[in-house]
């Protein structure tokens, strides 16, 4: 078995991301061509790097911009490697699937949201020089883990089986 190492869960990270933005990118440009009396697909005409109006998604250019500039690159720092690889995580450990109950879909995004505050927040106390920043840092790992418990402990006794 092969170790993985950040670059490669980044990598990996980054695929799937855009693997799973592929379909909606396909379905939502499909639903308007053609000029048969269709409406223009939800969010068309949206302005580059932002989100469809009413749609909730993003254009495929904004998706892989956003993914690139996480991606691990050979003049980063030792500071924006940890944040990229914290982004890349977060985002990675997002991705679980929405169960249409609003309560539980909340938090089960939030939880690794959170996380991903934290990872970061640990990496400024690493890296950051800025008192107030490291102080700050401080405080967003303490209220986000509280956040987190009280989550975890919500969809424990909340959440379906």
């Known amino acids: 078995m092969t170790r993985s190492t950040p670059m490669t869960r980044s990598i990996q990270t980054a695929l799937i991301l855009l693997a799973l933005a592929g379909p909606a990118f396909a379905q939502s440009s499909h639903q308007g061509h053609g000029g048969h009396g269709a409406a223009p697909a939800p969010g068309a005409g949206a302005p580059k790097g932002q989100m469809g109006a009413g749609t909730g998604m993003m254009n495929m250019d904004s998706m892989q911009s956003m993914m690139k500039t996480m991606m691990p690159a050979p003049g980063d720092t030792a500071s924006t490697k940890d944040f990229k690889s914290a982004d890349m995580k ?14 539980v879909d ?3 995004k939030m939880i690794p949201h959170h996380q991903g ?34 989550m975890r402990e919500w969809l424990s006794k909340n959440a379906p089986k």
């Open 90 to 103: 977060m985002m990675h450990d997002m991705a679980v699937p929405y169960t249409g109950n609003a309560d």
């Open 106 to 108: 909340f938090r089960t």
């Open 117 to 150: 505050a934290i990872d970061m927040a640990r990496a400024a106390l690493a890296y950051a020089k800025d008192e107030t920043t490291k102080t700050l840092a401080a405080q967003i790992i303490k209220d986000q883990e509280r956040e987190i418990a009280e």
